[in-house]
């Protein structure tokens, strides 16, 4: 059995997680980016034995259109899957659903999935410090019985029920484009890992906010610190959030 991690994860929180549910499963854990705009995903099938981890950050209570479109290119061939949905403490709403109908369509036998907290990805202050030793340790056990289950034999009959809704809810417009500022060399490192190559290559400071998916990758991996999204409407989006992100949330798991 080969264990596979497929993963959309911007600014690296998503992959944490996954880290942890792997742990105890070794370290040849084979890892395919969907945040890799030059990944051939075409190119990869699994087989009937194998164990993938498919994760994405919930945006929005959504999956993100672009990590559902790479996944799709993906032959599962009736591969174990573990679905992973990673939120900022406020609710995952149609994340998991939406995750399991794409890798069933692709597919992959779901046998288990989680929802787990990471700390937010613009407001930083929700959920600050996770995914922390207490979450740790709870994944790491959670993913030793996943692999007990599948060790042990998956009824083939059982459809695994998670929460969400069909249709899914509406997916959001807009959101925070982050803008280089005077510390920007141009070096051009933020073109490169753009997940929806919405940076100018030639000109790394032009940003295209119809293709900008708001995942903040450019500003976790810019060297210089100089992309950053504008600090009032970071503000308010802290103050309407601030009534439902406050108290911590439970990571939620289902085998």
């Known amino acids: 059995m080969k264990i596979y991690k497929i993963v959309f994860s911007p600014t690296g929180g998503t992959e944490k997680d996954v880290d942890f549910l792997t742990a105890k499963a070794g370290s040849d854990v084979n890892k395919v980016d969907l945040a890799d705009p ?18 994405v950050p919930s945006y929005g209570g959504r999956v993100p259109a672009l990590a559902t479109e790479r996944l799709s290119q993906i032959e599962g061939n009736n591969a174990y899957c573990v679905l992973v ?8 709403e149609d994340t998991l659903v939406e995750l399991k109908d794409a890798a069933e369509k692709s597919g992959f036998r779901v046998v288990s999935a989680v929802a787990a907290v990471a700390e937010h990805s613009i407001v930083r202050q929700y959920a600050a410090g996770r995914t922390d030793s207490k979450d740790e340790a709870e994944l790491n056990s959670f993913g030793e ?20 809704n069909r249709p899914y809810k509406k997916s959001g417009k807009g ?28 000109d790394p400071k032009s940003t295209d906010g119809e293709k900008c998916i708001h995942c903040m990758r450019c500003v976790s991996v810019c060297p210089q610190s100089a992309r950053k999204v504008n ?10 959030l601030k009534l439902v992100c406050s108290d911590r949330k439970n990571n939620e798991l289902f085998i």
């Open 175 to 202: 959101g925070l484009v982050p803008k280089a500022d005077s510390k920007c060399n141009g070096c051009g490192l933020c073109a490169e890992k753009c997940p929806s190559q919405a940076i100018s290559r030639d």
């Open 231 to 240: 600090k009032a409407a970071v503000s308010a989006v802290a103050l309407a």
């Open 38 to 55: 030059n990944c051939d995903f075409k190119a990869l099938n699994l087989g009937c034995e194998d164990l993938a981890f498919i994760a």
């Open 85 to 92: 949905c990673v939120y900022g403490n406020r609710a995952y």
């Open 145 to 164: 019985k996943i692999l007990e289950k599948i060790k042990s034999g998956v009824d083939e009959k059982t459809d695994l029920e998670i929460p969400g």
